[in-house]
């Protein structure tokens, strides 16, 4: 079983910046991807915003291209996001995910708030 706890959200202003953690336990996943979502406020969707392969390779959505940075350090089991210049439609709960195993399920953390004032 893996556990996913994310945490580093907050309040900050239009332009500012964040950076999310979100660390694993219960199985290392150095050679799963890990992704970031992200629910915008009254909305069911999560949005995928950034991933990154076992390799480190990378991919984001437009919306955040070259604002924010995925990472990963295997050693501490951990993914983060850097998230810099951000806009008030960055707000939402961010969740950390992967997937992992035998059958490939699906792993969420619990979602770390992120509000963005304008």
């Known amino acids: 079983q893996v556990q996913l706890v994310e945490s580093g959200g907050g309040l900050v202003q239009a332009g500012g910046s964040l950076r999310l953690s979100c660390v694993a336990s219960g199985s290392s996943l150095s050679f799963n991807a890990i992704d970031w979502y992200r629910q915008a406020p009254g909305t069911q969707q999560r949005e995928l915003v950034a991933i990154i392969s076992s390799g480190g390779g990378t991919d984001y959505a437009d919306s955040v291209k070259g604002r924010f940075t995925i990472s990963r350090d295997n050693a501490k089991n951990t993914a983060y996001l850097q998230m810099n210049s951000l806009e008030p439609e960055d707000t939402g709960v961010y969740y950390c995910?992967?997937?992992?195993?035998?059958?490939?399920?699906?792993?969420w953390g619990q979602g770390t708030q992120v509000t963005v004032s304008s």
């Open positions: 995910h992967t997937r992992t195993g035998w059958n490939l399920d699906d792993y």
